[in-house]
């Protein structure tokens, strides 16, 4: 099982990316993704959810400014963040949760806001 998360990287205030998060070695489709991010000295932070059935949730200190996506062919999750602010530096992991079955970790990507 792998999660691998790219697209992080250093932006100005208000800019945007989209991070990516390519899975392998389980039924992609069929789990739910979620993208969490932690800052330094600051406990993890769930920010975006999609569904397997493309239902998506947002963190309110995000809404509005990510959208979350999902690839079912490629197997992969997106997350599209514009209006970027400094307090969305962190870093991002994917996880793919299935109740009762597994809980998959990435091993995260580096945001960093400079103001």
């Known amino acids: 099982v792998q999660l691998v998360e790219s697209g992080g990287g250093l932006v100005q205030f208000g800019g945007s990316l989209r991070l990516s998060c390519a899975a392998s070695g389980f039924t992609f489709s069929i789990y739910l993704m979620r993208w969490y991010r932690q800052a330094p000295g600051k406990e993890r932070e769930l920010v975006a959810t999609i569904t397997s059935a493309a239902n998506t949730y947002y963190a309110n200190s995000v809404k509005g400014r990510f959208t979350i996506s999902r690839d079912n062919v490629k197997n992969t999750v997106y997350l599209q963040m514009n209006s970027l602010k400094s307090e969305d530096t962190a870093m991002y992991y994917c996880?793919?949760?299935?109740?009762?079955?597994?809980?998959?970790w990435g091993q995260g990507t580096q945001v960093t806001v400079s103001s």
């Open positions: 996880n793919a949760f299935l109740v009762g079955r597994a809980d998959y």
